[in-house]
């Protein structure tokens, strides 16, 4: 459990493996990515895919990219603040292909003040359907280029969603909320394309693609965010539950077992096999 002084509000952030949630004075807020996920339905050909494949097979596909864009991500952190990565530890093709993607990008573009995975926290004025507008969430980057203050969002996944640009237009309100930092624009930085970087176009002054990556901007407000959190409470009958954290022993072992029986009976199994 961490506390996060934020401008707005003091944020608590709980995580375990599997996932993690925010608190604020002890009443649970979603995260930006669970109001999406409600309120926002899924891709057509997304749909599509999911119904080729088993429950089992949805949830393995599932769990593995969730894990290649973790490792992605941690990578990125790790270069953003001046330390090294070792391909050797990154053993799926899509995750080398990322981070080498984010490097051509880094070396093209060349950001500057960079401010790496800001925990962030909204609390609106407004009450939508009874409840005050709130979520948190950990947005990817913060920095400045041709000296503009910018949000960039990395992506693993090769094809854009609307869904990851509202994600951009919660995630700016919520920054500039809890750090009291006007930002001007985001993009979306999706890495481990087939893009070559052959025929980029200009975009802010930018280039809109390079080896492996393709740069998008977005062009939706906050607006359109509130669109979709009002369905997220819609379809959750109320504020949506944000996901618990599940706290597990750090080993397991069985009371009253006779180790020295266990001893006996590993023996006579290997008489038995003689």
């Not at 990578?75 to 080398?96: M, Y």
């Not at 009450?127 to 041709?146: C, P, S």
């Amino acid at each position: 459990m961490t506390t996060y002084k934020l401008k707005n509000t003091d944020l608590v952030y709980l995580s375990d493996e599997f996932g993690h949630s925010y608190e604020i004075k002890g009443e649970p807020v979603a995260g930006v990515t669970t109001i999406l996920g409600l309120g926002v339905p899924p891709e057509a050909g997304l749909l599509e895919y999911f119904k080729r494949n088993t429950i089992e097979d949805q949830e393995a596909i599932l769990t593995d990219a969730k894990e290649r864009g973790t490792n992605v991500h941690k990578a990125i952190e790790t270069l953003l603040l001046g330390g090294k990565v070792d391909s050797a530890e990154f053993k799926r093709p899509h995750e080398k292909k990322a981070i080498t993607a984010f490097v051509d990008w880094y070396q093209k573009v060349k950001p500057t003040n960079c401010k790496p995975e800001m925990i962030v926290a909204y609390i609106g004025d407004e009450k939508r359907d009874g409840n005050t507008m709130r979520f948190a969430g950990t947005l990817d980057l913060i920095a400045t280029i041709n000296g503009k203050r910018v949000l960039v969002d990395f992506k693993t996944s090769k094809v854009h969603s609307q869904k990851n640009a509202l994600q951009i237009e919660a995630y700016k309100q919520a920054y500039e909320q809890a750090y009291g930092e006007k930002v001007e624009d985001g993009y979306l930085l999706y890495l481990g394309t087939g893009h070559k970087g052959t025929r980029p176009k200009d975009l802010d002054g930018m280039p809109s693609n390079g080896y492996g990556w393709n740069l998008v901007k977005s062009e939706d407000t906050f607006d359109d965010f509130k669109r979709a959190y009002d369905m997220a409470l819609w379809v959750s009958g109320g504020y949506p539950k944000p996901p618990k954290v599940e706290v597990y022993p750090t080993q397991w072992e069985l009371a009253g077992v006779d180790k020295e029986q266990d001893a006996d009976i590993k023996e006579l199994m290997k008489e038995e096999t003689k």
